[in-house]
């Protein structure tokens, strides 16, 4: 089968930290670009941060930017999400997605080929 696999949600408190991985089986990372999203309650879903295919080019929503990086580990077929400083407004689930375009991340008009199946982050005291 053909999937992306996260992992390494869960409960932190607030200004705390987590990491979350994307993983790939049955495909190869290397030739795909990384989404993150973000989904909460009652709430559109929001494009969190990207990694190109083909340079490693990175890309943030201003929401996250300066505390989020998107990381990519080929070798592990692995990209990364590490989040600094969470807040409570960060809790939602959170999906990877992977595109097969080349070139710089896009937002409009990205055909994404695979998703998780997300994982839940709360940040709470």
């Known amino acids: 089968q053909v999937q992306l696999v996260e992992s390494g949600g869960g409960l932190v408190q607030p200004g705390g930290s987590l990491r979350l991985s994307c993983a790939a089986a049955?495909?190869?990372?290397?030739?795909?670009?990384i989404y993150w999203f973000r989904q909460a309650p009652g709430k559109e879903r929001e494009g969190i941060s990207c990694?190109?295919?083909?340079?490693?080019?990175?890309d943030y929503a201003d929401s996250v930017k300066g505390r989020f990086t998107i990381t990519r580990d080929n070798a592990e077929n692995t990209v990364y999400l590490q989040m600094d400083s969470l807040q409570p407004e960060d809790t939602a689930v959170y999906y990877c997605?992977?595109?097969?375009?080349?070139?710089?991340?896009?937002?409009?008009?990205?055909?994404?080929?695979?998703w998780g199946q997300g994982t839940q982050v709360t940040v709470s005291s």
């Open positions: 997605a992977a595109s097969a375009a080349i070139g710089p991340c896009l937002w409009v008009g990205v055909r994404l080929d695979y």
């Open positions: 049955g495909f190869t990372l290397d030739y795909y670009a």
């Open positions: 990694i190109s295919s083909n340079d490693g080019s990175t």
